[in-house]
């Protein structure tokens, strides 16, 4: 019988779908934890800003904890928009009374900069701090739960240090793009700065809610807080890079790029095999492309532009041909991941330049240019790629050239 690490977001919903709940259970199903939801309040939201909040009445929140703690038994959670004090006061019960190992993600404000709780919820916030396994404030927060202004990496680390000092937790405070993309975390008294890429996008919204949501699932697979809290970073880190451009406002960013990316990559893998099987079996076609002691080379790219190619390439020594090393995912970069990239096509296959090749292009078999626009072969560096959309039209290519009977 098959199961799955089961955790739990007790979380605000985002209508718009790019925060609060919803980024939470994408960020669960991406990394193969099972999400579970105490829902907390609803938001009439979308990517340009929050327009009305609904509060859960207080023992319908208690009666979904007590649902799911008893049938489904999570032994780790996450938080997100706790509204009001008697909402925060709640889950700290709750937290207690089921001995829920919790991140919690103090949301206070959303990124279009609308309020997301009332005032008077500080005390009860710090004494939900106290209950946590990891907090993860951004700078904007821990502002408000020290009284102190946050404006340089410098804050940043000091606002980690009294944080930790002040709660005994353990902490990671985000700078966010104000700060270069760098966060401080204090995790049982080490100081570890993480560094992501800095990544000029808009689209950021939800970005909090996939870091603590994936610092839970990475805890849940049994992963030791530290590196959970590293993994986390480098998911996040990619979310933000591959976010999408939806909505007028902050479009969010997507926490099935990761995973993507990497189901990708092994597709773009197994094609360039299938690729280099192909021109295995029809060595006579495949000569035709390579002047001897030369070499041909190919590449499959895929939708994050990763390019899986042969290490070395296919040699041609008089009258066989010669695989020259395994396929490797953006190991280096060569001929054909170059043009692929330029052009942005899925599929190349480099070859010997040849007056072949000129014959068929001035007879209009093939098209040629250097740009790749509206053509299906391009020049560079004095060789010839073939590019295409899939295995199969650049199949059909590589019949074509070679077999063309009025080239000569």
């Known amino acids: 019988m098959r199961k799955r690490p089961v955790v739990l977001t007790i979380a605000g919903s985002d209508s718009g779908g790019g925060a609060g709940l919803q980024a939470d259970l994408k960020t669960f199903t991406a990394l193969g934890v ?47 928009m706790l509204a009001s004090k008697g909402v925060i006061s709640l889950v700290a019960r709750k937290v207690k009374e ?6 919690y993600d103090p949301v206070m404000v959303a990124k279009s900069g609308d309020p997301l709780v009332t005032e008077d919820v500080i005390p009860a916030v710090k004494e939900l701090i106290r209950l946590a396994t990891v907090v993860t404030p951004n700078k904007y927060e821990v502002e408000k739960i020290l009284g102190k202004k946050v404006e340089s990496l410098e804050d940043l680390r ?28 204090i995790i049982d008294g080490e100081e570890i700065e993480l560094k992501g890429e800095e ?54 960013a997507d926490p099935f790029a990761p ?15 299938k690729l280099v099987e192909y021109l295995e079996e029809n060595k006579e076609v495949t000569k035709k492309l390579i002047d001897p002691e030369e070499k041909l080379n190919l590449g499959v790219m895929t939708s994050y532009g990763e390019v899986a190619t ?23 970069t060569n001929l054909v991941t170059e043009v692929l990239r330029d ?40 060789k010839a790629v073939i590019v295409a959309d899939s295995i199969e039209e650049i199949r059909g290519l590589i019949e074509v050239v070679a077999n063309d009977p009025g080239s000569g």
């Open 34 to 80: 099972f999400g579970t939801t105490v829902i907390t309040g609803l938001t009439a939201q979308n990517t340009l800003g929050v327009t009305k909040i609904l509060e859960v009445p207080l023992d319908f929140i208690e009666a979904q904890f007590d649902a799911v703690m008893k049938d489904l038994e999570p032994k780790f959670a996450k938080t997100g």
């Open 98 to 103: 089921y001995k829920l190992g919790l991140v």
């Open 158 to 185: 000091n606002s980690a240090r009294e944080f930790y000092k002040t709660f005994s937790a353990n902490v990671v405070v985000k700078g966010g793009s104000a700060l270069g993309g760098v966060d401080y975390a």
């Open 199 to 252: 990544i000029k996008t808009k689209n950021t919204h939800g970005t909090g809610d996939i870091f603590s949501a994936s610092i839970t699932a990475f805890l849940a697979k049994g992963y030791e807080l530290k590196r959970a809290i590293l993994e986390a970073k480098d998911f996040v880190t990619k979310a933000i890079k591959f976010s999408l451009d939806l909505g007028k406002g902050h479009g969010p």
């Open 259 to 273: 995973t993507e990316i990497e189901v990708e990559r092994e597709r773009a893998r197994e094609e360039a095999e």
């Open 310 to 332: 042969l290490a070395g390439g296919i040699i041609r020594y008089i009258d066989w041909i010669k695989v020259d090393g395994p396929i490797v995912v953006n190991y280096y």
């Open 343 to 382: 052009v942005g096509k899925r599929v190349g296959i480099s070859f010997s330049m040849s007056d072949r090749l000129l014959k068929m292009a001035e007879r209009g078999v093939i098209k040629i240019s250097d740009s790749g626009i509206n053509a299906n072969v391009v020049l560079r560096k004095g």
